[in-house]
Nanobody, 122 residues
Framework: QVQLEDSGGGLVQAGGSLRLSCVAS????????MGWFRQVPGKEREFVAA??????RTYYGNSVKGRFTISKDNAKVYLQMNSLKPEDTAVYYC?????????????????WGQGTQVTVSS
């Protein structure tokens, strides 16, 4: 069982930056693929970014390409968010799976953090 603890959310003005962090613990935690998803009330969880090992590859949702960067350091994963927009406002969740079938699908991940709120004001 892998546990995830995500943090780093907050309130920021449009154009600003935030860095989210997620710490994974448990068996083989550092070997898992890691992803970030976000969700607003009434909508499905949206893929934001993923980082896959062997060799390391990164993937991004279309709405965040060029603005967000995912990185990993052993069992920690980060999401650097720049040029934030009001439409980036959501609860952001860290996710992990040893072998996600589709990195962009939330159903492919077995483990989830509790979520951290990001609010971007206009």
């Amino acid at each position: 069982q892998v546990q995830l603890e995500d943090s780093g959310g907050g309130l920021v003005q449009a154009g600003g930056s935030l860095r989210l962090s997620c710490v994974a613990s448990g068996p083989r935690a550092s070997n898992h693929a890691m992803g970030w998803f976000r969700q607003v009330p009434g909508k499905e969880r949206e893929f934001v970014a993923a980082i896959i090992r062997g060799p390391t590859r990164t993937y991004y949702g279309n709405s965040v390409k060029g603005r967000f960067t995912i990185s990993k350091d052993n069992a920690k994963v980060y999401l650097q968010m720049n040029s934030l927009k009001p439409e980036d406002t959501a609860v952001y969740y860290c996710a992990a799976d040893e072998r996600p079938y589709h990195y962009y699908e939330s159903s492919s991940y077995d483990y989830w953090g509790q979520g951290t709120q990001v609010t971007v004001s206009s």
